[in-house]
Antibody, heavy 119, light 107 residues
Framework: QVHLVQSGAEVKKPGSSVKVSCKAS????????IAWVRQAPGQGLEWMGR????????NYAQKFQGRVTITADKSTSTAYMELSSLRSEDTAVYYC????????????WGQGTLVTVSS | DIQMTQSPSSLSASVGDRVTITCQAS??????LSWYQQKPGKAPKLLIY???NLETGVPSRFSGSGSGTDFTFTISSLQPEDIAAYYC?????????FGPGTKVDIK
């Protein structure tokens, strides 16, 4: 069973960047895909992007293209999501999740990281 | 992007009731749909994948059906612990979009 543990809550100023980590245990990290999903307060789930470490492939939602970078460090089994040019609308809980092979359904989730963007 | 719609947006039902949620995709997604349960303050949990397959460990009162553009999620006998928001997600075409969610509570 894969277990994902995310970094702690962040408070950021508008225009700055945030980098959230997601450390995996169990399974073989490099062989599975990690996605990032966010949820604004009181709102629904929004798929942001994913990384396939073994292939070195990243996919991003058009909405976040140019502002989000997802990376993975196979040596530490950790994925990262960096979001730049933050604005108040980016205040949300950010989740990492693993795609369940061989399909992209998300079967394991991190606990979530609250990112608050406020001046 | 593929747009996902869900109905209703919320519902109230009694313990033991049959609850049905529908999800519609803006284009054919075959069976590439999953359903998630999210309780307040918690991460979502996968319940159903490939439209109708129950994730390991999920109670059999949960089920899913459909293909193409129209999908249904059913709780055969609502339990108090099923109070949550439920989301569908398509994974046929990137980006893998979610529906807006359905909030289920007890009447």
């Amino acid at each position: 069973q894969v277990h994902l543990v995310q970094s702690g809550a962040e408070v950021k100023k508008p225009g700055s960047s945030v980098k959230v980590s997601c450390k995996a245990s169990g399974g073989t990290f490099s062989t599975y895909t990690i996605a990032w999903v966010r949820q604004a307060p009181g709102q629904g789930l929004e798929w942001m992007g994913r990384i396939i470490p073994i292939l070195g492939i990243e996919n991003y939602a058009q909405k976040f293209q140019g502002r989000v970078t997802i990376t993975a460090d196979k040596s530490t089994s950790t994925a990262y999501m960096e979001l730049s040019s933050l604005r108040s609308e980016d205040t949300a809980v950010y989740y990492c999740a693993r795609e369940s092979p061989p399909r992209p359904a998300l079967d394991s989730w991190g606990q979530g990281t609250l990112v608050t963007v406020s001046s | 992007d593929i747009q996902m719609t869900q109905s209703p947006s919320s519902l109230s039902a009694s313990v033991g009731d049959r609850v049905t949620i529908t999800c519609q995709a803006s284009q054919d997604i075959s069976i590439y749909l999953s359903w998630y349960q999210q309780k307040p303050g918690k991460a979502p949990k996968l319940l159903i994948y490939d439209a109708s397959n129950l994730e390991t460990g999920v109670p059999s009162r949960f089920s899913g059906s459909g293909s193409g553009t129209d999908f249904t999620f059913t709780i055969s006998s609502l339990q108090p612990e099923d109070i949550a928001a439920y989301y569908c997600q398509q994974y046929d075409t990137l980006p893998f979009t979610f529906g807006p969610g359905t909030k289920v509570d007890i009447k």
